[in-house]
């Protein structure tokens, strides 16, 4: 799990590191984390049972991947920390409204947003 969640991170800060451009200083990246798949944890890396989505908070996943420091300036928040198949309207409106606010900002050049599988696609389809 250590390693999905390594690669997806950096793969998602390079995506933005690369739009930044060749500025001299590094792009500011936001996480905004709501639990899930990503933040799943369980007694060891194999179990299948036992396992809890949104147990890992925003900064443990940011740690997890000390290399991202050398890619972008990065900075996390916790909007929620549930199984992505307890999504609701609520929190998805107080994720686009934070991605908004943070998008609008000049020290912002990107939002990376981390859940479940269950919301994949309806999280895009929604902001």
């Known amino acids: 799990m250590k390693r999905i969640v390594r690669s997806l991170l ?7 590191s690369a739009l930044a451009g060749a500025a001299e200083k590094l792009p500011h990246i936001v996480i905004l984390a709501t639990g899930g798949t990503i933040a799943g944890s ?3 890396n194999t179990q299948t049972t036992g396992y809890k989505a949104g ?6 996943l940011i740690n997890a991947v000390p290399e991202l420091k050398t890619l972008a300036t990065i900075s996390g928040e916790q909007v929620a920390n ?3 198949e307890n999504m609701t309207s609520d929190v998805l409106l107080t994720l686009s409204h ?4 943070l998008l609008a900002r000049d020290d912002v050049n990107g ?3 981390t859940h ?5 696609d309806e999280s895009p389809y929604f902001l």
């Open 98 to 101: 934070r991605v908004n606010a």
């Open 82 to 84: 549930i199984g992505s």
């Open 55 to 60: 147990a890992l908070g925003v900064d443990t």
């Open 10 to 16: 950096v793969v998602m800060v390079v995506c933005f």
């Open 111 to 113: 939002v990376v947003i």
């Open 116 to 120: 479940g599988t269950d919301t994949l």
């Open 42 to 44: 369980a007694a060891a």
